[in-house]
């Protein structure tokens, strides 16, 4: 079911120890300021649930799996304390994802940009379909994927991160994604990456959960600092916004 708020929609479903979280909003699966809040918020309150050992990340329908940020709420930045707000909403989401004490999968079923590439990096392991291409635009509209350049570093090298960066421009493919490290499977279609997904979930709930949360601090191991850092991150990139050259950006995509 697609939602039609214009917050956007987050659902959790907890069955068998699996934490399922579905985000979605009618815009690509993109994020208002509202939704990454929320979404922030329940993965430190299922960091907390003792009966949750794995959590699932996935969003609703076919097509995009996120479309990054607001672009509405972006189009309304007048000041540099709006412009840190901003950008702060996936560095919250992302400093929840590794310190929330539980494993996280990745479903990513469609194209990525932006944040969303963020989020799928955030995550501890990601299925993905053979249509979930992803990009980082940033540098078309004059800002940087600041915020985010941690965690897709982490997961994927400082050479990707350049490649995506600096190919602002340009698509890459699920398997060019695979090989660099960001999907650890893909599949060419949804009901068998879903099978995958459901099948490697159980398989981890079988695991001693506290193996399972030893091991989620090993992955996330000197990232510490990054609360910190990811603050700096997004006011770096709430004082870009509000340059010229991406003011002059935004007006012309606007006035499409």
Known sequence: MTTIRPNGSLYT????NIATI???H?????????????????????GEDESVF?????????????????????????????????????????????????????????????????LASACDYVFAT???SIKLSEFTIGIGPFVIAPAVERKMGKAALAELTLGADEWQN??????KGLFAKVFESISEMDKAVDSFASKL?????????????????????????????AALSGKLVLSDFTKTALAKIKSK
Request: include cysteine; proline fraction near 2%; hydrophobic fraction near 40%.
């Open 205 to 233: 709930t079988s695991y001693n959960p506290e193996a399972l949360a030893a091991m989620k601090k090993v992955l996330w191991q000197d990232t510490d600092h990054w609360n910190e850092l990811l603050s700096d991150r």
């Open 174 to 179: 699920a398997y060019w994604a695979k090989e």
């Open 13 to 16: 479903n907890i069955q068998n």
């Open 130 to 132: 053979d249509h979930a």
């Open 22 to 24: 579905e985000f979605g």
């Open 54 to 118: 794995v959590v699932i990340l996935k969003s609703e329908g076919e097509r995009a799996f996120c479309a990054g940020a607001s672009f509405d709420e972006l189009l309304k930045i007048q000041n540099l304390e709006e412009g840190k707000t901003f950008f702060s909403g996936f560095a919250n989401v992302i400093n929840a994802m590794r310190s929330c004490g539980k494993l996280i999968i990745g479903r990513v079923q469609g194209k990525a940009v932006g944040g969303g590439v963020g």
């Open 26 to 46: 009618p815009a690509g699966n993109s994020f208002p300021g509202e939704l990454l809040d929320r979404l922030t918020r329940k993965l430190y309150e299922l």
